[in-house]
């Protein structure tokens, strides 16, 4: 089992990318939880929205770990993102996001650099700190010890 983490800001193809790789490599494709989950909401997202999303990557983490298949696995976002998220909105993540990403880590991370232009759609909302999430997204990372690459487009 090889797990990758493909993150970055809003709108820099993190979606193509994963799904790309996957098919590339006959690979798993795991779904960014946190755009159908708002996709579904009729009123705003909260703080225990974002809470909910967490504790399903986590579940989802455990399910693949314990399954422990001989595959890649490419994320579309993961536990990084809705931790800044949490911090960056609301002040606040809580512990178990934290040990839940040492106890389901990632193998290495590809971090989507926003050189793309600014794709609008009903759930993204940042398209003026792309660059301070992608640094904050940087941080994370390298706080982990976590391999990562990042991914520009030209």
């Given at each position: 089992?090889?797990?990758t983490?493909i993150i970055g800001p809003e709108?820099v193809g993190k979606?193509?990318l994963?799904?790309?790789l996957?098919?590339r490599y006959?690979?798993?494709?795991i779904?960014e ?7 579904r ?6 703080q225990?929205d974002?809470l909910?999303i967490a ?6 983490m455990q399910q ?6 001989n595959r890649?696995?490419f994320?579309d976002t993961d536990?990084?993102?809705t931790?800044v ?12 996001i934290?040990?839940?990403?040492r106890q389901y880590?990632m193998d ?11 794709q609008p ?17 940087q ?5 982990t ?5 990042i991914?520009?487009?030209?």
């Amino acid at each position: 089992m090889f797990c990758t983490g493909i993150i970055g800001p809003e709108s820099v193809g993190k979606t193509t990318l994963a799904r790309y790789l996957s098919q590339r490599y006959d690979g798993i494709y795991i779904e960014e939880y946190a755009r159908a989950y708002v996709e579904r909401l009729d009123r705003p997202y909260t703080q225990d929205d974002v809470l909910a999303i967490a504790r399903y990557q986590v579940e989802q983490m455990q399910q693949i770990y314990a399954a422990a298949e001989n595959r890649l696995y490419f994320f579309d976002t993961d536990l990084i993102i809705t931790k800044v998220w949490l911090l960056h909105k609301y002040g606040a993540s809580p512990r178990w996001i934290d040990e839940a990403m040492r106890q389901y880590p990632m193998d290495a991370y590809l971090l989507c650099y926003p050189d793309l232009n600014w794709q609008p759609d009903s759930v993204r909302e940042n398209p003026h700190i792309r660059e301070y999430l992608f640094d904050w997204y940087q941080r994370e990372i390298e706080a982990t010890g976590i391999p990562y690459y990042i991914v520009r487009h030209e």
